[in-house]
């Protein structure tokens, strides 16, 4: 973990997160998608780990005011299991929470053990089912979290994105 840098995942990094979601899911979003998520919706914000200059791990959420929702996370495989996917799921906690979010929200598959572990060592709990919620009628338990860690007082995002689509409103 010592050589793994987590940063704010840019329009740049758009291929290499696609690459590892494709390798991931098995109904995965598109380069398009992430491209979107990066250059147009004002909702989202991404964080990519980085090791010798190579993304192999990307964590995604929502934020509507005071509620984040994560949209995706994953590591590549040969990656997995040495804190990579905590690491960046905590850190992408620690950035909604200084973006003043309360609580979080994620869908997660039932038999996913891995993910479901991770989300409750971080203070997930399940709160609902969203029946056949996925592609091979796999159920998902929905989780949600309002154990956020302090906002970071000396926190400010790089850049403040959309701002200028605020008078297209
Ligand atoms: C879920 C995922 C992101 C975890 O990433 P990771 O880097 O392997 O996870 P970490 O090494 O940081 O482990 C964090 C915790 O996850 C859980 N975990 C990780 N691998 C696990 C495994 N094989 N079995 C059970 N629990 C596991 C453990 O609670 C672990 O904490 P611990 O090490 O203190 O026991 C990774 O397995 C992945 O990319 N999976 C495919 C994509 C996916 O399922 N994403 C989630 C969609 S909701």
Redesign the pocket.
């Known amino acids: 973990m010592n050589d793994v840098l987590i940063r704010r995942m840019t329009a740049e990094d758009a291929e290499a997160v696609w690459r590892i979601e494709t390798a991931?899911?098995p109904t995965p979003w598109s380069l398009r998608d992430f491209e979107h998520e990066m250059n147009d919706n004002p909702c989202a914000r991404y964080l990519v780990a980085e090791k010798d200059g190579q993304i192999i791990?990307f964590a995604g959420i929502h934020i509507i005011l005071d509620e984040g929702h994560?949209t995706?996370?994953?590591?590549?495989r040969e990656?997995?299991?040495?804190?990579?996917?905590?690491?960046?799921?905590a850190a992408l906690m620690q950035y909604a929470a200084n973006l003043g979010v309360q609580y979080v929200t994620?869908?997660?598959?039932e038999n996913?053990?891995?993910?479901k572990?991770?989300?409750?060592?971080l203070g997930f709990l399940k709160v609902g089912v969203r029946k056949k919620y996925y592609e091979n009628q796999t159920d998902a338990f929905i989780m949600v979290t309002d154990k956020m860690p302090p906002p970071d007082p000396d926190f400010t995002e790089a850049e403040t994105v959309f701002e200028e689509d605020q008078n297209n409103i």
């Open positions: 991931t899911f791990g994560i995706n996370i994953a590591v590549t990656e997995r299991g040495q804190g990579i996917g905590r690491a960046l799921t994620l869908e997660v598959r996913n053990e891995p993910a572990n991770l989300y409750r060592s």
